[in-house]
């Protein structure tokens, strides 16, 4: 093995098994042969594109990391778990000196941030992995910073739509909301209309019956007081593979942070795609 090597942790799941396959794909990267797995997994292996990956329950982890850490000592971890398990993966990782990358929603944030910077690692967290809807807001953040109350007396209605085993309210949506919410708009997470339902959104939404188990879809309207003026912002992305190319990016943005000696922070998508 001779480039980057990476754990992703939540095989067989089928965003961790895209993601494993990017990994193995790519020329400067190696997949460790070792996932962390959930409660309910009851298989002890997961194959990759011919590779078999050895699966470590929670009960099993504090035993078997050490055998991960030997063999690949300079490893990152990919996270994108189920969002309960955010914080106390974060715990682990950063107990166990392994940098990661988490793209996983979810749990408390403030907690997770703070946990990264007492550690002797570093992380890149983010709620989307996708760069161009980081992209898309890192300008919702220079409008709001730089137009504070553009639309006030407008009001917001937002609505996304991901497949149904996604447990919690998008991120991302909450993410533009908070933009916003400077600009002028009252508006809170509880609000955003969220789908779950395959029928529904096949029937009403149109999201092809392919991309029924992953998607995302959201949509941001914007209608003023006199309903004279309307602004609407859309979009719409189907399967996973754009996630992918952004994770392996801040796969290799971390790991020159780390040759750079950067410990106790942490790195958002954007300064990703800043390269700062």
Known sequence: MSGLNVMVNGLPGNVTRMLARHIIQA??????????????IEATHAEVEGQSIALIRPEDREG????????????????????????ANATFYCGQGLP???????????????TVQQ??????????????????????????????GLFNGYTLTVRESHQQGKAD??????????????????FTDDQIHQERDPKAQQARWGVPKAYLGGHGWHTYTLISADETTRFEITHNINGREIYAEGTLDALRFLARKLDQGCRGQVFSMIDVLRQV
């Open 100 to 114: 990661f990358v988490m793209g996983t929603t979810g749990g408390d944030r403030e907690a997770l941030h703070r």
């Open 27 to 40: 020329d400067d990267m190696d997949l460790v042969p070792y996932s962390l797995t959930g409660p309910e």
């Open 64 to 87: 078997r990391i050490a055998e991960v850490k030997t063999r690949y000592p300079d490893c990152i971890c990919v996270d994108f778990t189920h969002p309960s398990a955010v914080n």
């Open 169 to 186: 309210t998008s991120g991302t949506a909450k993410a533009m909301v908070r933009y916003f919410n400077a600009m002028g708009i009252d």
């Open 119 to 148: 550690s002797s690692i570093a992380a890149v967290i983010a709620p989307n992995m996708a760069k161009q809807i980081v992209g898309l807001q890192a300008m919702m953040a220079f409008g709001a910073e730089t137009f504070p």
